[in-house]
């Protein structure tokens, strides 16, 4: 664990992001790609989604999450890959590399975009500026890739600003500048301030930052309950949340609320299995391991129940994590046939991968499990979401 030392004053918080990381790493490696409209995940058949476009491919219009199909539509010379994800992932633990070699306070938030709390070592290496511009610097000059930087006392306001002018932006927001930043915004980019939550605030006239500021503390919590007390803190820019290391990450999860409740057990295994192999793909993407494995599932009537299990050893891989799923819906939940209308999983207790390794090899079902997961890694890159490990059982389907 690390010890914070003692800070006081302001915070000097950065906000690292690659711009069009996957498409850029294709460029990178294949400099023929330069210029090029890039489509990363998709195939030129149209199958699969988006995962990453250059930004000449973004001047068409294609962005990440977009079916390849509508890509092509839009896009129809663009050069379309299936993605690499073992060689992103190399060249994320490259960047992070040069993140510790500034502060051990490193959270990433994905493979591309983490937070740096350089505050313990600006006597070290100057002000959060100076070391955002020399860890910008270095991205370029030893990896060859762009990164986009934002500069603040808090999470919020240097997420803001690295997203301020992408790609290659350089954004100190100052805190004597938030506010009249932070004003002009659109509500939705205050962090948990959702679709529905945007629909319902434009009901009351609130488009704007400025315009739910406006509206009195009390009256804002009538109408949008006790959240809005955080969100009327975010909108002046204020926010203590801590960086977290990436080995004291909390939790890597993922639910699903449904449209009409499910009470069918087969059916909610299925889409729980869909659910354990996306978070064991996440554990596995950003180098963890997880200990604990969490279920939590919410009734029609809005009560919500949690169960967990934590293994004898931790791990990333897609069965272990779903069986350990399975086993919380069907025998620890107590739902005697009631309809679900949510459900999710959650890998907690995390760790970094490399040091379960030892034991990992000598157990060869293991291993194969391993192959298995990061052959099924490559597959999901090039087709997205239309396949999963979980769905389908190699032990066939229970009753
Ligand atoms: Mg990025």
């Given amino acids: ?94 960047i992070g590399a040069i993140f510790r070699d500034f502060t051990p306070l ?93 629909q319902e605030m434009g009901r009351f006239g609130i488009r704007t930052v400025k315009d739910f500021l406006a509206v009195p503390e009390k009256l804002a919590v009538q109408q949008f309950g006790d959240h809005a007390r955080h969100l009327r803190q975010l909108a002046v820019g204020y926010d203590t949340r801590p960086v977290i290391p990436s080995h004291e990450a909390k939790s890597i999860g993922n639910e699903i609320t449904f449209g009409e409740d499910i009470s069918e057990a087969l059916h909610l295994q299925e889409v729980l299995d869909h659910l354990a192999d996306k978070v064991a793909r996440r554990v596995r993407n950003q180098g963890f391991v997880a200990k604990t494995i969490t279920l939590k599932a919410r009734y029609s009537d809005f009560s919500t129940f949690t169960r967990s299990e934590s293994l004898p050893v931790p791990t990333d891989g897609s069965v272990e994590i779903r069986d350990v799923a399975r086993q919380l819906l069907n025998h620890k939940l107590g739902r005697r046939g009631r309809a679900l209308r949510l459900i999710g999983v959650t890998a907690s207790n995390l760790g970094p991968a490399q040091e379960t390794q030892g034991e990992l090899f000598a157990d060869p079902h293991k291993i194969k499990n391993r192959q298995l997961d990061q052959l099924m890694d490559k597959v999901h890159d090039r087709y997205g979401d239309m396949i999963s490990r979980g769905v389908k059982s190699p032990h066939g389907r229970r009753k």
């Avoid at 999470?155 to 506010?179: C, M, N, T, Y």
Wanted: charge should be negative.
């Fill in 1 to 94: 664990m690390n010890s914070t030392p003692e800070i006081t004053g302001p915070r000097s918080i950065l906000h690292v992001d690659m711009d069009a990381f996957y498409a850029s790493v294709e460029v990178l490696d294949d400099p023929s790609l330069k210029g090029k409209p890039v489509i990363v995940g998709g195939t030129p058949e149209g199958r699969g989604v988006v995962s990453a476009a250059s930004y000449e491919a973004r001047a068409f219009g294609v962005h990440s999450a977009m079916s390849a199909a509508r890509a092509i539509k839009l896009c129809p010379d663009g050069v379309f890959l299936r993605g690499r994800m073992d060689r992103y992932v190399e060249i994320s633990r490259q």
């Fill in 106 to 198: 490193v959270e990433p938030l994905s493979i591309d975009e983490a937070f740096l709390d350089v505050t313990g070592c600006r006597r070290l290496f100057g002000s959060g500026e100076k070391i955002g511009h020399l860890i910008q610097d270095r991205i370029a000059d030893e990896l060859h890739l762009v990164a986009s930087v934002g500069v603040a006392s808090n999470k919020f306001l240097a997420k803001l600003g690295s997203d301020l002018e992408k790609p290659a932006g350089f954004v100190v927001i100052a805190d004597d500048r938030a506010r009249e930043i932070l004003a002009a915004l659109p509500i939705g980019r205050l962090w948990g301030v959702g679709k529905v939550s945007q």
